[in-house]
């Protein structure tokens, strides 16, 4: 009965998978908490004992919970738990309460134009939650402003169904809302020219723009009733979603198909009356920087949104010093933007109002710190040329008004490298003002450009302490534009400039720029060339006068007198590249979750590695493998190249001696410069596992006594070594793998059990037996010993065994057992009994299987039984041994299995 029992309980064990049970994880997955807020995280699955760590916040472990406390600001973190060779990863938002909330998008069109009453059109959003996935069981109110004109009604969760009642021109806005949350969209009646027609955007297949003449040239839509009537001479426009619009040169019908030659359409060709005014929400943009460089821009939107803009943590390292910038509120901006179109036959007549405002209030005070690290800064900037243009443009009497441009333009060229060291201070600057910029048209008052602002200004420039070196090149033009208003004065022989004010300045550049970090491929910190070609552009409220009066004004009062002043209106302070590095990936697909397990022959233990773009040549690095210090495989330590391919796909199937933890990179020789210096990506930023069975300590020969007439008894016991490797963070795990081995039956000598599950660190034991024939004699034979250890011979291990019967009865071994089943720390009651058909002195030891000592008493004093309790503090698989030896060196093996869960 007992050999059935532990014959089941075998079997179980190999049924099972892992040890520890379920794999670990850790409930809520993500979280989003306020700034000081806390919550509370439970790991499920994976052992008892877990490492706990977050990056930015603090953790109060209590076993397998823990308590996390976000910092005080607003912040991305993450949790990581480890334990058992397992991880769990917990993302984290810290925001403001008000930027927990949902958001709404537009899907559809955001200007739906009707030409006629009755005429319906979709209004369409979606709902995301703080994490940026989709709310799908979101109910979103949709209201219009004025409902007499323009009726909204739900046609599902996220969709409304928009109609015109009225033929009344127009602009009305459409909202749509959720949970304090709102997007706007404006439905917009206009009158079409009668050669103009709407098509439905869904008809469009195809198109063609020209960026030289800014229009559409080529169209293919699908073949309906209504473009099958379009013919050449109209025009025609889609949506603002589409954005398709022109004129039809030419029409020709096919199979399922219309295809349009275009050419370029004004709006004056397609609407024949029209009123749109929309404006948009205004934002709100304030600025926190905490202690140590953290913080986080806030933005409020006049819509009721609220987001979050983190700024990184000022990370200091060797060389680098770094006073704090302090910033503080920065400023609220919207636009607005207006059209109205009248039946005429010129550009005025036709044209009835228009506007495009940019209207701003700003209020900044900051200090732009201190940083200085060993890297050398130089600057070439060299102007080609600049120019002073009046466009004269009303004249009253002998004074006249002009609009004043001022352009320069030149070559800039910069230099910063890895050698000397820099030092910047600065700029800390104060300002308040309020603007609004653009232009406005009525047909009582005409063009009227808007300048409306003022401004209370103090700036600090920044300081500069150079030494040589080399990081960074960029060199290209730069274009600046300054625009002002003066009065001239038509004199007898001359004209005079009386008074004059430079009000608005844009700076632009186009630069070229590459940098280069680290030049050798086999360095993990290697990150390809930065290149790229795009543009830069500030803009600048001012005010500073120049002229006749001016000069006037200088030499009563000084230079200071005829500069009241500046504020920056924007700033694109990195480059907006519209030419750079091609988009470069890679990404792996291992056989087993997370790794490879060289022992699990159900599969191919393989890693599948891919790259974008397919076609280039790619190698794929590895760094790791087994090592006792994570230093020694990772870090500086160099790659070792694994393989290459132009396919976009590359197989790597490693073996025993590839057993470790590893990280892998790609190089992709791809584009003008990366076919020289290839661009980089990390394949996996998580460590792969390359795990394996490891026997060990097989004996050589294993001896079977008896008594003659009976059963000659051995055990045959082997272990399953553990590998423990460096993880990158420098904690360790084992990459031995569960050993499953085969003794078969059906030979002379008989083993209980044929099959054994042996985890990392265990022993196995099989009890051996031999019928004993009744005269004493002395026999050899053997066994043999197949597993899943790569390592081991396809026709197993022979095992040598000796089998002696003498007249001599050997001992026999027993254990009852209570508690052999249940969750880690798991205590266990063992009552043993020892026994000698012959009368024999007995001793005997209890091996409880988890590397703590065992119960033994020497030769003669083993006691008939004896009751011990042990505890399993670690979650796994053991296997509890009791052993009994007599004087003449027989010995009985009693083995129990105990699942500490």
Known sequence: ???????????????????????????????????????????????????????????????????????????????????????????????????????????????????????????????????????????????????????????????????????????????????????????????????????????????????????????????????????AGQTFFTDDRTGLWGRIEAVRLQDDRVELDLSKAALTQIFRRLSYRAVTPSYRVEATVAPGGRGFLRVLGEDGSERIVPLSACRVSTGVEIEEPRIGHVFEVWVETELELEPG?????????????????????????RISYRAGDATIDCTLGSWDVSIPTVSVLILTLNVDLFPAVGLYATLAGSEGGVEVAGPSARAVASAAVGFRYTDADGWRFVDDFGTDVGLRGPSFGLTPGRMRTELGPWA?????????????????????????EFVGEL??????????????????????????????????????????????????????????????????????????????????????????????????????????????WRQGGRCADAADCFGAAPLVK???????????????ADVGWYLFYARHYTGPIGQALPHASQVSSLAVYVASPNLDFVPSEVLLKGKVGGTATGVLRYYNRPQPAALPNGTTGDVTSLLRTLVPAGGAVAPDPTTAAVYSGRWAYHQLSYACPATPTTVNTSVFLFTNDPDSPAGGH?????????????????????????????????????????GDPMGCYLDFGDGSPRVEYALGQCPAGFTVDHTYTEPGTYQASFVVTDVDGERDVFTLTVEAQ
């Open 1 to 231: 009965m007992r050999i059935s029992l532990l014959v089941l309980v075998l079997l179980g064990l190999a049924a099972c998978g892992g040890p520890g049970g379920a794999p670990l994880r850790v409930e809520p997955g993500q979280v989003a908490v306020e700034p000081g807020g806390r919550v509370t995280l439970e790991a499920l699955g994976g052992p008892a004992n877990l490492e706990w760590s977050a990056t930015k916040g603090r953790l109060q472990v209590d076993g397998r919970t823990a308590t996390y406390t976000a910092p005080p600001y607003a912040t991305d973190d993450e949790i990581v738990v480890r334990g058992g060779g397992g991880e769990a990863r917990v993302s984290v938002l810290v925001r403001p309460g008000g930027a927990l909330g949902p958001r709404l998008v537009i899907t559809g069109a955001q200007a739906l134009v009707f030409t006629r009453a009755g005429e319906t059109r979709e209004f369409a959003v979606e709902v995301y939650d703080v994490f940026g996935e989709p709310v799908p069981d979101a109910r979103v109110e949709f209201v219009s402003d004025d409902p007499a004109r323009f009726r909204v009604e739900a046609t599902g969760p996220k969709t409304a169904r928009v109609t015109a009642l009225t033929d009344a021109l127009g602009t009305v806005r459409l909202r749509a809302r959720y949970q304090g949350a709102e997007a706007w969209a404006h439905a917009v009646y206009a009158e079409l020219q009668p050669y103009a027609r709407r098509l439905d955007p869904a008809w469009v297949r195809e198109a063609e723009w020209n960026e030289s003449t800014m229009s559409w040239t080529r169209a293919v839509l699908k073949r309906t009733p209504e473009t099958e009537a379009l013919e």
């Open 345 to 369: 036959f010129s550009l005025e007549a036709v044209l009835d109002r228009a506007a495009f405002v940019l209207h701003s209030e700003a209020g900044l005070e900051a200090s732009g710190g």
């Open 480 to 504: 600046e534009l300054e625009l002002g208003l003066s009065i001239d004065a038509e004199l007898i022989f001359e004209t005079v400039t009386l008074l004059g004010g430079r009000f608005l």
């Open 511 to 620: 630069p070229l720029y590459l940098t280069v970090t680290d030049a050798d491929v086999r360095r993990a910190s290697y990150t390809g060339p930065d290149w790229g070609f795009g543009w830069r552009l500030r803009g600048f409220l001012k005010l500073e006068l120049y002229g006749v009066l001016a000069d006037f004004l200088t030499e009563l009062f000084g230079s200071g007198a005829t500069y009241l002043g500046s504020t920056e209106l924007f700033n694109v302070g990195d480059p907006q590249a519209f030419l750079g590095p091609p988009a470069v990936s890679s990404a792996l697909k291992t056989s087993h979750p997370f790794g490879v397990d060289l022992g699990d022959t159900s599969r191919t233990p393989q890693i599948e590695f891919t790259a974008t773009p397919a076609d280039a040549r790619t190698e794929f």
């Open 642 to 656: 694994l393989g290459e391919t132009s396919t976009g796909r590359w197989v790597w199937r490693p073996g025993k």
């Open 798 to 838: 022979q095992i040598p065994v000796t089998v002696e019967c003498t007249n001599n009865s050997p001992p026999q071994a027993y254990m009852q057992w209570y508690n052999l089943v249940g969750p880690a720390p798991l205590t266990t009651t063992f009552q043993t009994s020892a026994y000698d058909p012959d």
